[in-house]
């Protein structure tokens, strides 16, 4: 599997703590570097919970981002 990249997964957020900016909503954690990093340090394996964001755009009938 390549490389996963948090900042794609709706489990992923930023939290408001200076100290640990980074947030992983499935497994409860924060972190000061990539949720995923941390996962993979402390379990020896990929992160399992990976869900791809799915983002919505419109297009109206002009043909532009509404």
Do not use: D, Q, W
Not at 18 to 25: A, T, V
Not at 57 to 66: E, F, R, W
């Amino acid at each position: 599997m390549s490389e996963i990249r948090c900042c794609n997964c709706k489990h992923f957020y930023i939290t408001y703590k200076p100290k640990f900016p980074y947030g992983c909503k499935a497994f409860g954690i924060i972190a000061k570097k990539n949720p995923y990093l941390e996962v993979r340090s402390i379990s020896g394996t990929n992160c399992a919970l990976f869900s791809k964001k799915n983002i919505n755009v419109n297009i109206n009938k002009k043909g532009k981002l509404a």
